[in-house]
Nanobody, 126 residues
Framework: QVQLVESGGGLVQAGGSLRLSCAAS????????MGWFRQAPGKERDFVAG????????NYADSVKGRFTISRDNAKNTVYLQMNSLKPEDTAVYYC???????????????????WGQGTQVTVSS
């Protein structure tokens, strides 16, 4: 099992940047695929970005491609989400997720056991 703690959220103006961090406990972090999801008020939780166990394979939602970058540091048990050119529609609670299947190919699958952080609020003002 892994426990996840997000940080780095806040209030930023449109066009600005934020970097989210997700610190994981446990010695198995380097074997997990890691991802970021977000949930706006009244909406479902949506996939934002994912990275496989090695950090080589990454994938992004179309809405954030070219603006967001996911990365990981297995030595620090941490995954990051660099968010640039932020838009008001990026406003949401951002959640870190861990998938024990390290391939990073299952983010679209429902019913998969994942571990979640508590979320961090990102608010982008216009």
């Amino acid at each position: 099992q892994v426990q996840l703690v997000e940080s780095g959220g806040g209030l930023v103006q449109a066009g600005g940047s934020l970097r989210l961090s997700c610190a994981a406990s446990g010695r198995t972090f380097s074997t997990y695929a890691m991802g970021w999801f977000r949930q706006a008020p009244g909406k479902e939780r949506d996939f934002v970005a994912g990275i496989n166990w090695s950090g080589i394979n990454k994938n992004y939602a179309d809405s954030v491609k070219g603006r967001f970058t996911i990365s990981r540091d297995n030595a620090k048990n941490t995954v990051y989400l660099q968010m640039n050119s932020l838009k008001p529609e990026d406003t949401a609670v951002y959640y870190c997720a861990a998938d024990p299947n390290g391939s990073g190919t299952r983010w679209g699958n429902k019913g998969i056991q994942r571990y979640w952080g508590q979320g961090t609020q990102v608010t982008v003002s216009s």
